[in-house]
């Protein structure tokens, strides 16, 4: 990081009386340079000069700069090869922390669970997430079978699952035929 030095006349009470961006120098005052402050230290920064999008998350939670970082669910700075960075609130979360679980850092995008929302149906409250917490199982099933992770083809017959909501091919639960299917959906 680079260090920004201010120089401002000690009369000046317009300067001396605003919050300045620890980043850029600037001062906070239009829309675009609205700044937000660190829960934690209290220092004030442009969203985009610390790279996040202010969420609802961020205004209702708050939100701590890179030196005030801490886990969120234990609290501790440790295992930082093991903490994640939620892309949309920009809190971080050991693996073992979050909710659920993690037994590795995941690929690409991920999202706490403060965040997750399926961006097909908009449930938040689901065990099972894909592509990356951007979709719940069921929603993702949609499009390709919950047990053998092909995708459906036209004509093909699938059913869903009572207990889960998810969809699979009728062939991956033994289901041969509609007859079949209807045979089961009578047992059940």
């Not at 609205?34 to 790279?51: E, F, K």
Request: aromatic share 6%; hydrophobic share 30%; net charge negative.
């Amino acid at each position: 990081m680079e260090n920004k030095l201010i120089l401002c006349s000690s009369k000046d009470k317009f300067v001396l009386t605003q919050d300045l961006c620890v980043m850029c120098g600037a001062v906070g005052t239009d829309s675009e340079g609205c700044l937000i402050a660190c829960a934690q230290c209290g220092q004030t920064y442009h969203p985009y000069c610390v790279n996040i999008k202010v969420s609802q998350v961020i205004v209702t939670l708050g939100w701590r700069c890179l030196d005030c970082t801490v886990c969120e669910g234990c609290g501790s700075r440790g295992d930082e090869t093991l903490l994640l960075l939620c892309d949309d609130c920009d809190t971080t979360w050991h693996t073992y922390c979050a909710r659920p679980p993690l037994g590795e850092v995941p690929r690409g995008s991920w999202r706490c669970e403060r965040c997750r929302r399926c961006l097909v149906c908009g449930t938040r409250d689901t065990l099972a997430w894909c592509d990356n917490y951007t979709e719940c199982a069921p929603c993702a099933s949609l499009v390709m079978c919950c047990v053998c992770s092909e995708p459906y083809s036209d004509g093909e017959l699938i059913i869903q699952c009572e207990a889960c909501s998810r969809w699979l091919h009728a062939t991956c639960d033994s289901i041969r035929n509609e007859s079949d299917a209807e045979t089961c959906c009578r047992a059940g």
